[in-house]
């Protein structure tokens, strides 16, 4: 049983490795030439492995480019929701509104730092690509999900400007920390990261709160 065991381990590891290796290549191929260009066959060649290994690991190009965006949104390989995330629960039971909101604010900086990119890939072919489209349009859900439990979670510790419902709030928050205005006031307008976090952080605080 044991050396049973050990076998299936290393099976294991061996197609963990191999999927990371997808992921990373299919990664920098999509950011750097793009979602419609980038063939299976080409990410297969930048990870060293067969294009049958791909469709067997995840069956289509949709699902590598979900998985490498999963693996940037969550930065490791760990199946666990954003509101199970350390930094996440660290904001909705931070007493102080001030806290959580600066928590907010430096957890979206932190996905976009590695996922910024391949989310703006997304978002460019949605319009066209149906597949696409789908997946952006389940990334939007997820992001409005976070943001109405950071909402109402700030909404327990202090009033919200001008009687807002906590729904509202979530989509300011929601825009306030979006990729889109992550990447034209980083990428485009060249803030630094760092002068984003500030931004976002007092935008929230002036625009959801009297504080």
């Known amino acids: 049983m044991g050396e049973r065991s050990q076998q299936t381990d290393g099976r294991t ?4 490795a191999t999927r990371a290796r997808v992921v990373a ?10 979602y419609t260009l980038t063939s299976i066959g080409a990410i297969a060649a930048a990870a060293g492995v067969s294009e049958q290994t791909i469709y067997y690991s995840f069956g289509t190009k949709k699902a590598v480019l979900a998985a490498a965006l999963d693996r940037a949104v969550a930065g490791d390989d760990q199946p666990i929701p954003t509101l199970e995330r350390p930094w996440a629960r660290e904001a909705v039971a931070d007493p102080d509104p001030r806290g959580q909101l600066r928590r907010q604010a430096a957890g979206a900086g932190d996905i976009y730092l590695r996922a910024a990119p391949l989310l703006d890939v997304v978002r460019s072919a949605a319009p066209t690509d149906p597949d696409l489209g789908e997946l952006w349009a389940a990334n939007l859900r997820q992001r409005l999900a976070v943001q109405q439990v950071f909402a109402r979670a700030l909404a327990n510790k202090a009033p919200l400007r001008d009687g807002m419902e906590p729904e509202i709030a979530a989509d300011i928050a929601l825009t306030i920390l979006s990729p889109e205005t992550y990447t034209l006031l980083v990428t485009e307008r060249r803030w630094s990261h760092a002068a984003w976090q500030a931004w976002a952080e007092s935008a929230l605080t002036r625009m959801l709160t009297l504080l």
Do not use: I, K
């Open 13 to 16: 590891a061996r197609a963990q």
């Open 25 to 34: 290549a299919a990664a920098g191929l999509f950011t750097g030439t793009g």
